[in-house]
C-alpha cells in the first residue's frame, strides 16, 4: 500500500518539536543548591529564577522587562498634545494679526488688544477666544483644530476603538459621543448601586456598540476594559508637572467646543475609580525623554508601563499563592518577542514536572523536601562522579572463595576432598556420559572423577558509619558540599551494591545525630561552637552492635581536633582550646571500637597541625589508616577505603 502525507500547520497542544525539558539536568542543579545549604522550595526558586541552557530564566526576563521600561521613559514625554495646541494657537493667532494688519479700523485695533490681552497660559488663552469672531480663515480652522485635537485625544485615550470611530467630527457626531457618555455613565452608576444591567447593557451596546471593537460580554467586562484605560490615563496626570495639569483640566472644557465632553468623563472616570478601587489610579512614572506623546498615545504608554510591571510582579513570584502559570504569557510576547513567552512556558512546565514526577513531597510540618527518588538520583549522580575520578577502576570489595554459605557465582569445578557445596548435577552426568563413551564401557557409571560442585562466592557483611563534621568550620571553609557530594556517593553505592551492609550516617557539631540521607542533604550550616567527635563514636558504637554479626567500619570525615564531649547527663561541654578530658574521651572511645574490631580510617581535611597530631594518635591506636585528600578528592578517597577495605 502507498500513501500520502499530508502536513499541516500547528495550532495547540504540546510542541511535538520542543526539546526536552531536561529533569535529570535540572534535578542535579536542584541537588547541588540544596546541599549547599538551600532548602528545597529555595533551590527551585533558583532554578527559575536562573534559568536552563536554552532556556531564559525569570531573572533575565525581568531585567529585560526593566530595560524596556526604562527606555520608555527615557525617550518618550507627556507634552504631546500641549505642544500640540500651543504650535496650533501661535499659528492662529499669527494668521489672525496678518489678517488684522492692514485694516486701519477701530475694530480691528480692538481686536489686536484683545489678542494681546490675551492669559499667558495656553489653556486660559483657549477659553478666551472661544467666543472670538475670527477674521482670518485660516486661524478659525486651526483654532477649530484645537477643538477637535483635544476632543480625540481625550476621547480616545479613554476609548480604546475611538480612533478607528473618529472621523471627520461633526456636530451630530459629537451630539452621538454627548448622548454614549451621558448613556454610560447612567449605567456605570446603576452597576455601582447593585441594580441588575443585563438588559440596560444589551440595550447599551446595541446602540453604541460602534465604539467598543473590543465586544465585552456584560457589565462587569465593560468595566474592566474602562477601569484599565482610565487608571492609566489617571497615571498620567500623576505623571505630570502641577502647571500641566491644570492645563488640561481647563483644556477638557473645550473637546470638540462642547463641554459636555469633559463633564461626561470626569463623571465616567469618578464611577469607574468607585467600580474598581483596586487598578492603580496613584502611581506616577516620570518621563524625561524628547518624543512628546499626546494623551492618548500617553495613556497607551502608562498602559504599557502598568502591563510591564504586572508582568514582573508575575515573573518575581513574590505573591502568596504565585505560580508560573499565573504569567501572561501573551503580554509578555507582545513585550519582549515570541521567544520570552516559549522561556516562561518551558520553566513552568519544568516547574509542573518536578512536581508531577514525584521529586518533591510535603514533610509533616508542610515544608517542601527532596523526594526518596530525587535522593537516589542525586546519589547516582554523586557516585558517577566518584566512580569515574578512580582511576584504579571500579574497585570490588567481595572476597571469594569457594565455600557452602556463599552465593552462586554461575559456574562450576571438579569437585575436591574436604568441599561441602552443592554438585552440579547437568555437568556431573554429562561428565560420566562422555568419559563412559570414551572407554567403551556398556551403560553410564558415576565415577568421583566426574562429580562438579557449584561455585560460590563468600559475601562478607559490614556495618559501615560514616561520621562527617557538621561544625561551622565545614560551612566557612568550603568543605560543605563536598561532604554531603560524598555522604551520597556513599550511601548509592551500599544501597544499590551491597545491599547486605547497614550504612549509619552521623553528623557531629556540638551534639552528634543519626540523620537520614534527606535530613543530611537538607542539612543546613549553622553557627555552632564544637566538634563532638566523643558523641559520634558513641552512635557508632551503637550501630555496631545492632549489628554484631557484620565487621565494623568506621569512616570519620573531620577538619577540626575535638572541642566538645559529652557528659553522662546528655550535656555537651565545650571547650577552646580542647579540654584532656575531651581528649581522653574521645581516645577512650576509639579503643573501644578498636577492641571490636573495627576497620578505621580517618579523612584529614585542612592542615592544622593540631589535628595532623590528633588524627595520626587516634589511627595508631585503632591500627587504622588516615587519608588527607583535597576536597575534589573527597568522595573518591572516602568510596575507594570503603572497597579496599572490604576487598581485603
Not at 518536578?354 to 514533610?363: D, P, T, V
Request: charged fraction near 30%; proline fraction near 4%; aromatic fraction near 4%.
Amino acid at each position: 500500500m502507498t500513501g500520502t502525507w499530508r502536513y499541516g500547520r500547528w495550532h495547540e497542544g504540546p510542541d511535538p518539536l520542543a526539546p526536552p525539558l531536561g529533569l535529570r539536568e535540572a534535578l542535579d542543579e536542584l541537588g547541588r543548591d540544596v546541599m549547599d545549604g538551600a532548602s528545597p522550595r529555595s533551590a527551585l526558586e533558583e532554578l527559575l529564577r536562573r534559568g536552563t541552557p536554552g532556556t531564559t530564566g525569570l531573572d533575565e526576563l525581568t531585567r529585560q522587562l526593566w530595560q524596556r521600561r526604562a527606555k520608555l521613559q527615557r525617550e518618550n514625554n507627556l507634552d504631546g498634545t500641549l505642544n500640540e495646541v500651543r504650535e496650533l494657537l501661535e499659528r492662529a493667532l499669527d494668521a489672525e494679526r496678518r489678517a488684522l494688519f492692514p485694516d486701519p479700523s477701530d475694530d480691528a485695533r480692538f481686536a489686536e488688544a484683545r489678542l494681546d490681552a490675551l492669559p499667558s497660559s495656553t489653556a486660559g488663552a483657549v477659553n478666551e477666544l472661544a467666543e472670538y469672531p475670527w477674521r482670518s480663515e485660516q486661524a478659525r480652522e486651526d483654532y477649530q483644530r484645537i477643538r477637535d485635537l483635544l476632543g480625540e485625544q481625550l476621547m480616545q485615550s479613554r476609548f480604546e476603538g475611538m480612533k478607528d470611530a473618529l472621523g471627520q467630527v461633526g456636530k451630530a457626531d459629537v451630539d452621538a459621543m454627548a448622548g454614549m457618555l451621558e448613556d454610560l455613565n447612567e449605567l456605570l452608576a446603576a452597576h455601582a448601586r447593585g441594580e441588575d444591567t443585563s438588559e440596560r447593557f444589551a440595550e447599551f451596546m446595541a446602540k453604541h456598540g460602534q465604539y467598543f471593537p473590543e465586544n465585552p460580554e456584560n457589565t462587569e467586562e465593560l468595566v474592566d476594559a474602562l477601569a484599565a484605560r482610565s487608571a492609566a490615563v489617571q497615571r498620567m496626570m500623576n505623571s505630570m508637572s502641577a502647571e500641566q495639569r491644570a492645563e488640561l483640566a481647563d483644556l477638557s472644557a473645550q473637546a470638540f467646543g462642547d463641554s459636555r465632553i469633559g463633564q461626561g468623563l470626569s463623571t465616567m472616570d469618578g464611577l469607574l475609580r468607585t467600580l474598581r478601587p483596586g487598578e492603580d489610579w496613584d502611581s506616577a512614572a516620570r518621563m524625561r525623554g524628547d518624543n512628546p506623546l499626546g494623551l492618548a498615545e500617553g495613556a497607551q504608554a502608562m498602559q504599557e508601563l502598568g502591563q510591564l510591571d504586572a508582568l514582573a510582579e508575575q515573573l518575581s513570584q513574590s505573591y502568596p499563592g504565585a505560580r508560573l502559570e499565573d504569567i501572561d504569557l501573551e503580554a509578555l510576547a507582545a513585550q519582549l518577542g515570541e521567544e520570552a513567552a516559549v522561556s516562561a512556558r518551558r520553566l513552568a512546565e519544568l516547574e509542573r514536572e518536578l512536581h508531577r514526577g514525584g521529586l518533591f513531597e510535603r514533610a509533616e510540618d508542610g515544608t517542601l523536601r527532596l523526594s526518596p527518588k530525587a535522593l537516589r538520583r542525586l546519589g547516582a549522580v554523586a557516585l558517577r562522579d566518584v566512580l569515574g575520578s578512580l582511576r584504579a577502576g571500579r574497585g570490588e570489595r567481595d572476597t571469594t572463595r569457594a565455600g557452602a554459605a556463599g552465593e552462586p557465582t554461575g559456574s562450576s569445578r571438579p569437585w575436591r576432598f574436604g568441599d561441602t557445596e552443592s554438585w552440579d548435577v547437568a555437568r556431573t552426568v554429562r561428565n560420566a556420559v562422555l568419559r563412559s563413551a570414551e572407554t567403551g564401557a556398556s551403560g553410564v557409571r558415576l565415577d568421583v572423577r566426574d562429580v562438579e560442585v557449584i561455585e560460590t562466592e563468600k559475601r562478607e557483611r559490614a556495618a559501615v558509619a560514616l561520621c562527617v563534621d557538621t561544625s561551622w568550620s565545614m560551612v566557612a571553609e568550603g568543605r560543605w558540599l563536598p561532604m554531603k557530594r560524598t555522604a551520597l556517593a556513599l550511601h548509592q553505592l551500599i544501597t544499590t551494591r551491597y545491599r547486605t551492609d547497614e550504612l549509619a550516617l552521623i553528623g557531629f557539631g556540638r551534639h552528634a545525630n543519626t540523620l537520614e540521607l534527606g535530613e543530611l542533604v537538607a542539612l543546613e550550616g549553622t553557627w555552632e561552637q564544637g566538634t563532638n567527635l566523643h558523641h559520634a563514636l558513641l552512635l557508632a558504637g551503637r550501630h555496631f552492635q545492632r549489628n554484631p554479626d557484620a565487621n565494623p567500619v568506621l569512616l570519620v570525615v573531620t577538619d577540626g581536633e575535638p572541642t566538645a564531649h559529652l557528659e553522662p547527663d546528655g550535656a555537651a561541654e565545650f571547650s577552646y582550646p580542647p579540654d584532656p578530658r575531651t581528649l581522653a574521651l574521645t581516645v577512650s572511645e576509639v579503643d573501644s571500637l578498636a577492641r571490636l574490631g573495627t576497620s578505621t580510617s580517618i579523612f584529614r581535611l585542612g592542615e592544622d597541625p593540631r589535628l595532623t597530631e590528633f588524627v595520626d594518635l587516634l589511627a595508631r591506636r585503632a591500627n587504622g589508616r588516615v587519608v588527607a585528600p583535597d576536597l575534589d578528592g573527597l568522595g573518591a578517597a572516602v568510596v575507594a577505603d570503603y572497597l579496599r577495605g572490604r576487598r581485603t
